[in-house]
């Protein structure tokens, strides 16, 4: 192959990572088309558009891998644990209570996965990380233009203090989770940059100012919390006599903020305009553990429960007061409900070893660039407190915890060294770099 069609191909191959982060955040495509905050309407069916768009970057990536495939083989085996989970999402059309739409579910769910474990095999972490900056940044930039230029777009329709919704369909909520990423992201870009780190700090500063424009306050505190989190990772790689104090410190200082803050609920949660129910979340929350305590095992199907008045949720629905949630509020409930306690213990496992191979990461590794995987586990087992993402087909989280798992299972030194070489190398590194992954 000659080197401009090799050129040619590794750009092919970043716009295309670029183009499904970019998607996957949900930006622009389903508000231009429900432009009114309508969408959760078509949810429950499936939105055609959406789901033809989705099908072709699957068949896309599945061409892909053909071209590769021991490499993409090799970085798919690396988590057996992960493999078990998508196993068990699977096989739930069998137990499903809506068997027809786990079955249209299990397919998205397992092509986002594909995608993840693919971009992980073609492109390095730090690669990867530059790519999701683009993106993010893409949709900051958007996200600007619309709120100034196009409000009855740029705004979200169902909150009347105006807060802004980007070009995200999901309203303020999915702004704030896109900008607390991008914020992450550009962060810790412009920490380690050597080379346009103006255009970092600027990317953060967009980030940061689109973050607070959504009033989306589970996005601004988990994106808090990580920063903490963070200090910890970087005391990681202190020497023991200095760490062991400063974590000892951190201890204490989380321990006096949790008891000032459960002294002191009322008044925090009234600076931000809310109440102490989280918005009415902990007045749903008991209703959808009775209904997790009736199918505990396996659950109800992937995708099975949230199906309005026509699905298991309806009596949620009817204990609620006709709220009418498409969703728990919370991603660990919602994964119960999904896939049962069989599939959270899977998923606890999967996570708890991804979260050591990042913490491992971040004490090997002395770029700023080598904490995001632990910054990005953190934020994502934060965030899914008061907001559901866990296990969520053709979604940024996913996508980015299938990439972030599999990718630490490579050491940071060869991970460094593939960056370095051809693309064609990196399957040996994930061959050689490491077991099971668990």
Wanted: proline share 3%; with cysteine; net charge neutral.
């Amino acid at each position: 192959m000659s080197i401009r069609a090799s050129k040619l191909l590794d750009w092919s191959a970043k716009i295309f990572a670029v183009v499904v982060f970019f998607l996957a955040t949900n930006g622009l495509v389903r508000l231009l088309q429900y432009p009114s905050g309508t969408v959760e309407a078509v949810d429950h069916a499936g939105d055609p558009v959406t789901q033809v768009m989705w099908l072709g970057f699957y068949g896309a990536t599945f061409l892909l891998i053909l071209v590769h495939w021991d490499r993409f083989v090799n970085v798919a085996l690396s988590d057996p644990l992960l493999l078990l989970l998508v196993g068990i999402v699977v096989a739930s059309v069998l137990w499903s209570a809506a068997p027809t739409v786990t079955l249209r579910e299990d397919v998205a769910f397992v092509g986002t996965t594909m995608i993840g474990a693919y971009l992980a095999a073609r492109h390095g972490p730090g690669e990867l990380l530059r790519l999701l900056a683009w993106a993010l940044g893409i949709g900051a930039l958007l996200s600007l233009v619309f709120g100034l230029a196009l409000p009855s777009y740029g705004l979200d329709p169902a909150d009347l203090d105006g807060a802004w919704q980007g070009i995200y369909s999901g309203g303020k909520n999915e702004l704030g989770r896109n900008m607390a990423l991008s914020s992450m992201v550009f962060l810790l870009l412009a920490l380690g940059a050597r080379r346009y780190r103006w255009v970092a700090w600027l990317g953060f500063g967009l980030s940061v100012g689109l973050l607070l424009l959504s009033d989306s306050v589970t996005s601004l505190v988990t994106f808090l919390i990580v920063l903490v989190l963070l200090t910890a990772g970087m005391a990681l790689r202190w020497p023991y006599t200095l760490a062991v104090p400063g974590f000892v410190l951190l201890l204490a200082g989380s321990t006096l903020a949790t008891m000032w803050f459960a002294g002191n609920m009322e008044s925090v949660f009234g600076a931000f305009g809310r109440d102490s129910t989280l918005t009415g979340r902990t007045l749903l929350w008991p209703a959808i553990v009775e209904m997790i305590w009736q199918r505990p095992w396996l659950g109800y199907g992937y995708g099975a429960f949230w199906l309005g008045w026509e699905g298991e949720s309806s009596q949620v629905w009817h204990w609620t007061f006709g709220i009418e949630p498409v969703h728990a509020h919370n991603g660990f409930l919602d994964l119960c409900l999904h896939v049962g306690l069989l599939g959270v213990s899977i998923f606890a496992l999967g996570f708890l070893a991804g979260f050591r191979r990042a913490v491992s990461w971040a004490r090997a590794t002395t770029t700023w660039e080598g904490l995001w995987p632990l910054a990005f586990l953190s934020f994502i087992l934060v965030y899914n407190v008061a907001e559901s993402s866990l296990l969520a087909n053709n979604s940024i989280l996913w996508l980015l915890y299938v990439v972030t798992v599999v990718s630490t299972v490579v050491r940071p030194s060869e991970a460094a060294m593939a960056e370095r070489t051809a693309p064609k190398d990196r399957s040996l590194m994930v061959s050689q770099g490491g077991g099971s992954g668990s």
